[in-house]
Structure formats: C-alpha cells, structure tokens
C-alpha cells in the first residue's frame, strides 16, 4: 500500500501566517479583476493577424478599393415539418408587438441534406421543396422586409444573366420566375451569336402545352405552372438557374407529371448530365435557394455605418437573457442615427449589428423555410459566445466558493471542537 503523503510541515508553516496567505489571495485576485472586465469588453476578428490568401485578398480589396461594392446573402431553406408542428405560427412577435428573439426558427430546423443531385422528396415535404408555390410566396415577403430596412437605402443593381436587367434591391427566386413567366428573360428573347448571326429564343413562356400561360403574379397560377417554367429555365440556361439551388437540386420521378427530365445521376456545374442519368416524369426540387442583396460600402461608410467592428459603437443592449439563454437582441438603427453618431465623431453603427438585424425580421416570417444569413455577423456571434463563457466561469467560481465555505464548516467538525474545547478545559 502506497504511502499517504505528510502535508504536516506545509501545514506548520501555512498555518502561523494564515492571515497574510489570505491577503495574498485576496491581492492575486483583484489583480485579476482587470483581465476579467477585458474579457467581457467586445473584441474584433479582424483585429487578429491571421494569414491566407483569401483574407489578405479581402483586405487588398478593401484597402485599395474603396468605392467597391459587397454582396451579402441570406440562404433560405425548406424547414423541417417537425420543427414547424412544434412551435408557433409566423409572424413571430411577442404581445407587445416586439421581434420574439428567444422563439425565431433555428437554422438547425432545416430538412436533412439529401445527397448531392438527389432532390428533395419525402413524406410532409412539401411538393417541388423550395420551389413550391406556397415557400416562394414565403420568401416574397422575405425579400419585401430587406426592401423596406434601411439597408436598402444603400442598395446597388445585381444583374443576371437570366434576365440581362438589373435588379435593385434584394434579388431572390420569386424575382427571375417573375421575370420569365412575363417573357422578360433572356430565354425568352432572340439573340445574336459572337459572329453577329441572329438567334432564336431558347426556350418561351408563349407555349404552356396544356396549360395556361399565366404571369407568376397571376391569382390562378398554380404549382404545374412553377414546375413547367422552372424545368424550361433549368434546361436551357446552361446552369445559370442550377446556381440558384443549393447542391442537392435534382429532377425527381413523379408519373402524374407531364415534364421529361433526368433522374438519377449527377448534375454538373454547366448544366449538363452525367451518362447514367434516366429520362423519364417527374419536377425539379432542391432544400435551398438564396436572396441576394448588393451595398455600397463607400455610402455605407459616408452615412455613419462601418464595416470594421473596432470603430463601431459597442452596443451594450445587444444581448438580454431569455430565461437561463443569452440571445442576440440587435439595435434597430435609423439612417438618421448613424448620421449622427458619424458627425459627431466619437463611434458609429456597427454593419455587423445591422445585417443581423436584418437577418432576425426576415425570420420573423419563418413557416415553411428558415432563413439564415451567409457568413455574417461573426464578431455578434463570437462575443456573445464569449459573454456567455465568461458568466459560466463566475458562476463556477461561486458555486466553488459556496461548497468551500460549506465543507469547511460541516456539523462534524463543529462538535469534534467543541469536544477538544471541553477537554482542554475541564
């Protein structure tokens, strides 16, 4: 049996000089009372010296650059019909009438990835996935918040090659059916070759077979209707419209469908086929699709609204706790305030808190599909994440307090003193 260790010298040594052990305690600790405050303070990603070339490839760009322009996106995608049976309807607010932070959809509710070209099928899926009528709706009024935030004062064109116009404002799914199903697209119209020689329309929005041809914004459209214009956009736009679908886009069978396509096999990026594809009925489905919005970060910046976290306003009020969580509650600028704060010229908005902003009154309209924006709002991530941490070590540290203070003081060691007490003084 091993030997218990004698702590007795330790002990005879501590113990005369208890008193100024505890004060050194004590010192050690206050002096790590400025660390503790520097942790809970905000900090700046982009503020760390980390080498790769694509961010030594975006700072040249934002260095060098300056009237240039940033696209930022918000990917929505079918949600999970579990997740939408057990929480309440869209839109998400509280009684009174403020954003329900602690109860918007999570990104994690979305449906399952499928597998690469498999489409989207399944029970409680809804028919076409992202493409159904009633999630396309959904994302129209999505796209229809990012219109009216003021973001949008800032807004640059996007063009496509779908349409060949631009876009001003968010660009989304709904905006190119619209587009085509009123023969504007470029699908739709003659064109000329790089010799100058006169093309005809790839395909046309003029022959729906038995169908109507109705306009996306037609009360009577209906699902056939979106199923035959995106098939027509998809087969004949080279892969231009596959790049508005997350990678698991595919033609899936369905023998109550007049469209012909390829099932099965894999799509690749030009819009071709691979060989072991079967043609045969069915509609195209995918999990996700995309809204698109393209600022200027130079009248961004003119206006009071920073790219760089370090020169922004440190919002205090940016995170309250929901019961035992800490959620993300983003300040809801105005133009005018960023304004403001900029002529003053002591702090301005954060571009971070806003995107964010924006991303949460998107997901206010959350049924069917959950939006979550693309590689945004990492410092807000980050240092919310940090606060949290920081809090669990205080509470740890109490608790270990508490626990010390307890076992130091167990009703045992009380009667064994006063015991020794009694006999050593009869």
Known sequence: MQEVRDFGKVADFLLPRSYKLHAAVLIISLLMIPGLIASLTPIDVNAYDMESPELTANQVVADEFEAAEKTHGFAVAVRGNDAISLSSSAPHFTSDGDIDYANLPHPSERVEYQGRSAGLVGEEIPLGGILNLTILREIENKTAIASSHYLSNFTRPLVTELTGTGFMGPMSLPDLLRAFMAGESLLTQ???????????????????????????????VTQAHIDLAAHRMIMYSDGAMLRWFSSDRGFTHDENSTLIGPIGGTIREDGTFDEDVTWGPGRWSASTTWILIQLSRTDLEENGITYFWADAKNERDGYRFEGLELVTTPPEF???????????????????????????????????????????????ELNRELIESSLLLIAMALAIAVLLWFSLRRASDVVMNRVRRSASFP
């Open 190 to 220: 003659p064109t000329i070759n790089v010799f100058g020689v006169p093309q005809p329309a790839r395909t046309n929005w003029e022959d729906c077979g038995v169908l109507e041809c109705l306009t996306y914004d037609d009360p009577n």
């Open 334 to 380: 105005t133009v005018d305030d960023c304004r403001d704060l900029r002529e003053e010229g002591i702090e301005v908005c954060s571009f971070e808190w806003a995107i964010i902003d924006l991303e949460k009154q998107m997901r206010t309209t959350d049924q069917l599909a959950v939006t979550f924006s693309i590689n945004e709002g990492v410092n807000v």
